[in-house]
Nanobody
Framework: QVQLVESGGGLVQAGTSLRLSCAASGRTFSSNAMGWFRQAPGKEREFVAAISGSGGATYYGDSVKGRFTISKDNAKNTVYLQMNSLKPEDTAVYYC?????????????????WGQGTQVTVSS
């Protein structure tokens, strides 16, 4: 059974940093694309970042470009999201997601594996 478990969320002040981790179990994701999405209360789940299976290609949502970095450690079967210069509008539940394919994707319906989410709250 595939499981994705996020960690690293919390309450932080604006301008600071957090690193989220997503540990996968049940199968190896070394050749699979992974992504991060987020959902704020009353809003749709939105794309944050994605990385290809090899880690050679990355994509970011416009609102996080230049501040967030996605990375992948295939040896640890883990994907990370480094979040810098956090803003109150980054407050959301952050979800890790995995694809069955190597190519990264930005639409949530292209991901079949999902974690339970981790809360990130940024105070002003």
């Amino acid at each position: 059974q595939v499981q994705l478990v996020e960690s690293g969320g919390g309450l932080v002040q604006a301008g600071t940093s957090l690193r989220l981790s997503c540990a996968a179990s049940g199968r190896t994701f070394s050749s699979n694309a992974m992504g991060w999405f987020r959902q704020a209360p009353g809003k749709e789940r939105e794309f944050v970042a994605a990385i290809s299976g090899s880690g050679g290609a990355t994509y970011y949502g416009d609102s996080v470009k230049g501040r967030f970095t996605i990375s992948k450690d295939n040896a640890k079967n883990t994907v990370y999201l480094q979040m810098n210069s956090l803003k109150p509008e980054d407050t959301a539940v952050y979800y890790c997601a995995g694809r069955r394919f190597t190519l990264a994707a930005t639409r949530k319906n292209e991901y079949v594996y999902w974690g339970q989410g981790t809360q990130v709250t940024v105070s002003s």
